[in-house]
């Protein structure tokens, strides 16, 4: 039903709107709230976020998985309220609430790869750098993208991430291009840590099982001759703002060995998680996709 769907996409759009500008304070508790009603609500998404745990942490007993998950909903339902600042707001109100902390010399176009695990606080990071590199005039920002299943909200989403100068770029674009902007020495996010399917993907170590994983960092870099850090944007120990940790790039990344990278690479976020097990997208089916002749993990 298009008018429906056309409601929806009306009311959830006033409501960004709104949440972009009301105090900061109210918003978050307004997100605690809602993450907190949605982990006592069954739904598939529950089922996933503790079944991610479970597999996760298997030394937790059950009371322990369902605080952690408790936990986590709150940080996604922040984060999520949140998103209307960091997607409408204004680059002070971003870098307000979002730090910058740097190991490389940001701006100096080199050609990099700035890896982005899925912590509940990405959208922050990502476009707190953007805004910063549009105030300083460094090269802009360019993520891969997945489509989004509503057209609305995909396209509003890309306007959003593109609106200090970024540009998002879908990930089945041609690989001359995202090289193209690679070797320009634009800042490229990519968020490696996602099960998109079999293509270009491999099975490697995630928390001891065996998961599926994009092999492009590794590929892409080696293509490109790009460095490769780590980007991680957490909350600060206060709980009211979040930092973005930009590593010194990846010794010897890449090898020769495609496998060995992306292995690699899933052991350096799994050790990051670990360190903030909370603040990982949990509600993601990480382990959707198995090995031939493996069950599913979310029946």
């Given amino acids: 039903m298009t008018w429906l769907h056309n409601l929806f996409n009306f009311l959830a759009l006033s409501l960004l709107r709104l949440f972009a500008f009301l105090p900061y304070s109210f918003t978050v508790r307004v997100g605690y709230g809602l993450g907190s009603l949605a982990a006592h609500i069954p739904s598939d998404r529950a089922k996933v976020v503790k079944t991610n745990l479970r597999l996760c942490f298997p030394n937790l007993n059950e009371n322990e998985i369902n605080t952690l998950a408790l936990e986590h909903w709150k940080l996604f339902g922040r984060s999520v309220i949140e998103r209307s600042r960091i997607w409408l707001g204004s680059g002070k109100q971003i870098t307000d609430i979002v730090s910058i902390n740097s190991a490389i010399t940001l701006g100096d176009r080199k050609p990099r790869l700035l890896i982005n695990p899925h912590f509940v606080g990405l959208e922050g990071g990502f476009m707190a750098l ?41 990930r089945q674009s041609r690989l001359r291009d995202l090289i193209r902007e690679i070797q320009t020495g634009n800042f490229i996010f990519i968020a490696p840590d996602i099960d998109l399917g079999p293509r270009d993907s491999i099975f490697v170590p995630f928390f001891g099982i065996q998961t599926n994983t994009i092999t492009s960092v590794s590929r892409l870099a080696r293509l490109s001759g790009a460095e490769v850090c780590l980007m991680t944007t957490t909350l600060n120990k206060d709980g009211k703002a979040y930092a973005c940790n930009i590593s010194e790039p990846l010794p010897n990344f890449p090898s020769d060995d495609v496998e060995y990278d992306t292995a690699r690479l899933n052991g350096y976020i799994e050790e990051l998680v670990r360190q903030r097990p909370a603040e990982y997208y949990w509600v993601h089916k990480r382990f959707k996709h198995r090995p031939p002749g493996e069950p599913s993990f979310y029946k």
Avoid: C, T, V
């Fill in 130 to 170: 953007s805004a910063l590199a549009s105030q300083q005039d460094w090269p802009r920002g360019a993520g891969l993208y997945q489509n989004m299943k509503n057209p609305f909200f995909n396209q509003k989403m890309i306007e959003w991430r593109n609106r200090f100068g970024g540009k998002s770029i879908e």
